[in-house]
């Protein structure tokens, strides 16, 4: 069964950091593309960063200030979150696919054959 378990997230102040963590079961393997998604409260889930196997993307809003990350030894994706905004407060999800991705692709969410149960991320101002 494949499972990706998400960890690392917490409260923090305006202009803190936080790295989130998520394992991966058997999966990662065969995920050609894996991707950070979240959801703030009353908003549809977005796009934050992906990871194939040669480039890495990241939302507008996020970029100079998360970098995303594989350790393949491992089966651990991460996202680590610098300089954190209070809109940035959202839960957060790990997700894979088997498909390659793309700059126009990695952020469309029903290509993603699983995702994690999510871990909560509050920034205060």
């Known amino acids: 069964q494949v499972q990706l378990v998400e960890s690392g997230g917490g409260s923090v102040q305006t202009g803190g950091s936080l790295r989130l963590s998520c394992a991966v079961s058997a999966y990662t393997a065969s995920a050609s593309c894996m991707g950070w998604f979240r959801q703030a409260p009353g908003k549809e889930r977005e796009g934050v960063a992906g990871i194939s196997s040669y480039r890495t993307y990241y939302a507008t809003s996020v970029n100079g200030r998360f970098t995303i990350s594989k350790d393949n030894a491992k089966n651990i994706l991460y996202l680590q979150m610098d300089m954190l905004k209070p809109e940035d407060t959202a839960m957060y999800y790990c997700?894979?696919?088997?498909?390659?991705?793309?700059?126009?692709?990695?952020?469309?969410?029903?290509?993603?054959?699983?995702w994690g149960q999510g871990t909560q991320v509050t920034v205060s101002s």
């Open positions: 997700a894979a696919r088997t498909d390659s991705c793309y700059s126009d692709t990695w952020y469309a969410q029903n290509a993603y054959n699983r």
